[in-house]
């Protein structure tokens, strides 16, 4: 808005998204057009969606996950700004920033990231798009390297007023993980709008790492600019992971 290692997993979770991710992470579009489904958002809610922000538009959002339990029990908070920036030709760039509260501590990380809608049919509600995300510690380098994550989605719109959208794809994982990391993926997600202002989202990465995650949560339109995002995340391997994942953006 994950997993192989408990520190590992969150911080990384959150860099496809997240908040969504990180994937697609990526990028996190439009606000209330997300929720009236006219142009969502540049993510599903943690996975990349095939949305990209128009020419000259940016997108700024402050994210916020909490595991509730105490640090020694392994909770943590995680906090972090999201820019994202339209250049124009189907495409967007964008820089993520995350600090994770937790003991032992994390290393602070930035993520930039790059995104191309490569294919789209408005009649047919097809679109699909690839993109990439960077992961670089600012903090404690030694402790972790340089790793990136690569992806493709497509997605389906479904006729009607309030129709939902369907988005799959996959990724894969670059640089150097902990043994057992599953480096490949599947990426599945669903949009159901509810109402002009309130919509339904899920979505789902497959594997054991960073990214194994089922999110469920809601897009809450305040006004034409600005949106709220609330959600709860599922680790794949355990309850250690699991999140609660509030998000506030805004298009200028």
Not at 7 to 34: H, K, M, P
């Amino acid at each position: 808005m994950n997993n192989i290692v408990l520190v590992n997993d969150r911080r990384e979770r959150i860099a496809l998204w997240t908040s969504r991710q990180f994937c697609g992470l990526i990028a996190v579009c439009l606000t209330l057009c997300a929720v009236s489904h006219t142009a969502a958002q540049s993510t599903v809610f943690n996975i990349a969606s095939t949305d990209v922000l128009p020419a000259h538009q940016a997108y700024l959002e402050a994210d916020f996950l909490a595991h509730l339990s105490s640090y020694e029990s392994g909770g943590f908070q995680t906090y972090g700004p999201r820019i994202v920036y339209g250049l124009g030709r189907r495409t967007e760039v964008g820089v993520n920033v995350f600090y994770t509260r937790m003991s032992p501590a994390e290393p602070m990380e930035i993520q930039p990231n790059f995104k191309w809608k490569f294919y789209e049919n408005e009649g047919r509600g097809l679109a699909a798009a690839v993109g990439v995300v960077i992961s670089i510690p600012i903090t404690e380098r030694a402790l972790e390297p340089i790793r990136g994550l690569v992806y493709a989605v497509g997605s389906k719109n479904l006729p009607g007023t309030f129709g939902a959208r369907l988005t799959a794809g996959s990724y894969a994982l670059l640089g150097s993980f902990e043994q057992g990391t599953s480096k490949k993926g599947l990426l599945l997600g669903y949009e159901q709008p509810v109402s002009k202002r309130l919509t339904f989202i899920t979505d789902w990465s497959s594997g054991n790492n960073d990214y194994g995650y089922l999110a469920a949560g809601a897009a809450i339109a305040l006004s034409p600019k600005s949106v709220f995002y609330v959600g709860y995340n599922v680790g794949n391997q355990g309850r250690g992971n699991n999140s609660l994942g509030l998000y506030y953006g805004f298009t200028f």
